[in-house]
Structure formats: C-alpha cells, structure tokens
C-alpha cells in the first residue's frame, strides 16, 4: 500500500552539526518527493523537493537524497542552527498523483 | 505576494454544531487541497479542488463533510453536526497547477467541546 515513514521519530544535535533525517516510503512508484518543515503552531513549510528522475537536490543549506533500490529519502541539513528546530516531514505523492502522502515526523532539537 | 489564508485560525464548536472552514489561496494558483492534522501525527490528505470542481475526495469521510471551491470566493470545508474526534488541526495548501510543491496555510485548529 501506499506509506512513508520515518526512521526516528526525535533527533538531537549541536549547533553547528550536520542533520540527517531519514524517511522510508513503500511504494516504488512514487514519482515525487517533499520535504516539511513544521514549527509549532503553524503550517508546514516547503524546504526541497526531488523527482524521482534524480539521487540528488541541493538547496541552501539542505540536499535531499533519493535512493529508488531501497526507497529512502533523505534530507541533510549543513551547520545545523537552532533555528532549524521543528517537525520535518517527508511526503510522496500517491498514486493518483492527486496529493500527498505524509510521514508521521522526526522532530529536530537544536541545541546551543 | 500573500501567502494561502485560512480563517479563523482557532474555532471552537459544541458537538452537533457546524465548522466552516475558509482557504484562499495564493494568487495565481487555482489547486486546493485540504489535510487534517491530530496531535503528534502527520497530516492526512482529504480533498483536492479546483475551481467548481471536486477532483479527488477520497480522504474525505463519507458524511458530515463536504468541500467547495467556487468560483469567486474561498475554499470552504465543512463539517455538519461536529463532534469529539473532529478536533484536529486542518490546513489548506495551493499550488500552480498539478502536483508541484504546495504551500501550506497556517491551518484552523478546531476544538468540539
């Protein structure tokens, strides 16, 4: 069926650090990834997207890595800052290419 | 050049009572999407519209909600007769045209008390 996943529901780090976020998805169809952020009490915010043409995306700070064998994605976050601090989501599009399908959400904590 | 809207930001409904919930999106786009957020979960898609037109409700439950998107006005989701499990964060998200990048409101967040 249709699912996305992340590996670690919280992660941890310094400021400065580099950030890895993962995500499993299941449907090896999937043509069309994003990534979220989700800071508290607000919407999710657009960070990077990825076809499924491409390994990789880079923005600023942020690459996504698209592994099709193994159906992970990725999102690397470079001198990790505190304000980085939020839910990051990662979404598929579904199969009917009609929306998105979200992962429940690995909460990122920066500390100073 | 705004951002997608939603109104209210907060609503809170006794059960059996309605929710309307408003979405305007962001100039230019004409693709809506509705989602539902519980605490401490991913958000679940509902409904995706484009002016007049329904084009895929298959996340909306089978009563008590409805969606439009006329053509002058906002997105509207409603729900008739709300009740406890209702309660959950909504957000709408526009985009240009097919399924690029959405960009997402700040949601509604409704409480059925």
């Known amino acids: 069926g249709e699912s996305v996943g992340l590996h670690l529901p919280t992660l941890s780090v310094q400021e400065g650090d580099n950030s890895i976020i993962n995500c499993a998805y299941s449907n090896s169809a999937s043509d069309y990834f994003i990534w979220y952020k989700q800071e508290s009490g607000k919407g999710p915010q657009f960070i990077i997207d990825?076809?499924?043409?491409?390994d990789k995306r880079q923005g600023q700070r942020v690459t996504v890595l698209l592994n099709k064998t193994v159906k992970h994605l990725s999102l690397q976050i470079a001198a990790t800052q505190p304000g980085d601090s939020a839910v990051y989501f990662c979404a598929e599009r579904n199969q009917a290419g009609t929306a998105l399908i979200f992962g429940k959400g690995t909460t990122l904590s920066v500390s100073s | 050049n705004a951002g997608v809207m939603q109104n209210p930001r907060h609503l809170v409904r006794r059960r059996g009572q309605e929710a309307r919930l408003r979405c305007s999106p962001m100039?230019?786009?004409?693709?809506v999407y509705w989602y539902r957020q519980l605490p401490e979960e991913g958000l679940k898609f509902m409904v995706y519209?484009?002016?007049?037109?329904?084009?895929?409700e298959s996340g909306m439950p089978k009563e008590r909600f409805s969606a439009e998107f006329p053509k002058e006005g906002p997105s509207i989701l409603r729900i008739q007769q709300v009740v406890r499990g209702d309660s959950a964060a909504y957000f709408c998200?526009?985009?240009?045209?097919?399924?690029?990048?959405?960009?997402f409101g700040p949601g509604t967040r409704l409480t059925v008390t």
């Open positions: 998200a526009s985009s240009p045209g097919g399924l690029r990048e959405q960009y």
């Open positions: 100039k230019g786009h004409s693709h």
């Open positions: 990825i076809r499924s043409n491409m």
């Open positions: 519209l484009q002016k007049e037109n329904i084009i895929d």
